[in-house]
């Protein structure tokens, strides 16, 4: 998937994920945020074997598949259904994230969508380019959009180059994208266009009462990260509003929020005290909710802990793994807009 920059949530206006493939050397790109890789089903159709030059890369990359979103494009037939089945079941328990991409013009049977239940539903950028002129597209992309709802995935509206698509999709309540529209300013950050007033008062609406509605994918550090990883984490990307310290299983140890840690890290000497130490020796318990929790019980556990008030909440799937963050601002809005 190709972008001019990266996926942006549309409700905070930061940036998520980026887009991103393996270079020429088997490597994929540095930095903090999370990547999003094309992978077509013909290679995912040829088994595990197929995909170890993937795992590879991660490996000599020093990224982790919980880091990682697998975005699935290209047709796919009866007859490789079964081993698709297994393989991306594999895919899911080593921790991917997984998506499909072109929805809505590419011929991914429904019912293996939900099957899967992917992370992410991409629209196919050809269906987006033609909103909202063309009632025909319109009608394509709300259907899928209902789909990912009933699924509890997000939907990712690829290619925004106007403001009227971008009025379109916020209106639908898909909440991903990223375009030219949204590409990042000569400072590096990403400002998104508010919503008029109308628009804005006829988005609450679309949101449904569920935690995993609201998951972002989560920017993590091994558990014996030193301090000076997560300074530079932070440093990279200013939208980032917390670091998540997890074990080998990807379970959640510790939780960084970026204001206290820069300012420990600011402080007289702290630098000096910190920086080459643990930063766990920084961190706070991990606030965990499990995938399932409304939005409204997520909302009354992050109240009960006044000093952590606003802190992430970090969500875990069955095996307590790291899923991503809930940011107590969404849940505000989420509840609020459900209470109408």
């Known amino acids: 998937m190709t972008s001019p920059g990266p996926i942006v949530d549309l409700d905070t206006g930061t940036a998520i994920a980026r887009p991103a493939a393996v270079d020429a050397a088997g490597f994929l790109p540095g930095g903090p945020l999370p990547l999003v890789l094309e992978l077509p089903f013909t290679v995912v159709a040829r ?41 991306l079941d594999g895919l899911d328990n080593l921790g991917y994230l997984l998506g499909f991409g072109g929805a809505g013009l590419e011929s991914v049977p429904l019912d293996m969508v939900a099957e899967v239940s992917p992370y992410l539903l991409a629209l196919s950028p050809e269906v987006v380019a033609r909103v909202p002129r063309d009632h025909r597209a319109v009608a394509v992309a709300r259907a899928v959009v209902e789909l990912a709802r009933g699924i509890g995935a997000h939907v990712l509206a690829p290619g925004i180059a106007e403001q ?87 379970r959640p140890q510790g939780s960084l929020d970026r204001g206290r840690f820069l300012l420990s890290i600011a402080a007289r000497y702290g630098h000096a005290l910190h920086a080459t130490k643990p930063a766990r020796r920084l961190a706070d318990p991990p606030r965990t909710v499990p995938k399932s929790t409304p939005a409204v019980a997520a909302m009354r556990a992050a109240g009960q802990d006044s000093a952590r008030v606003y802190d992430d909440l970090v969500v875990t799937d069955e095996l307590n793994r790291c899923m991503g963050i809930v940011r107590v601002s969404d849940l505000i809005r989420q509840v609020t807009a459900a209470n109408g």
């Open 164 to 250: 009227a698509q971008l009025a379109a999709v916020r209106g639908w309540g898909v909440r991903l994208a990223h375009g030219p529209l949204l590409a990042p300013g000569r400072d590096g950050r990403v400002r998104v266009p508010l919503p008029a007033p109308a628009e804005a008062a006829g988005m609450g609406a679309q949101l449904g009462p569920r935690v995993q509605e609201l998951v972002m994918p989560a920017v993590t550090l091994p558990a014996e990260a030193k301090a000076e990883e997560v300074v530079a984490a932070f440093g990279d990307e200013p939208s980032i509003t917390s670091v998540i310290l997890v074990d080998e299983y990807q």
């Open 47 to 87: 088994g595990a074997g197929a995909l170890v030059p993937l795992h590879e890369a991660l490996r000599r990359s020093g990224r982790h598949p919980r880091d990682t979103m697998l975005l699935l494009s290209g047709p796919c037939g009866a007859a490789e259904r079964p081993v698709l089945q297994v393989t």
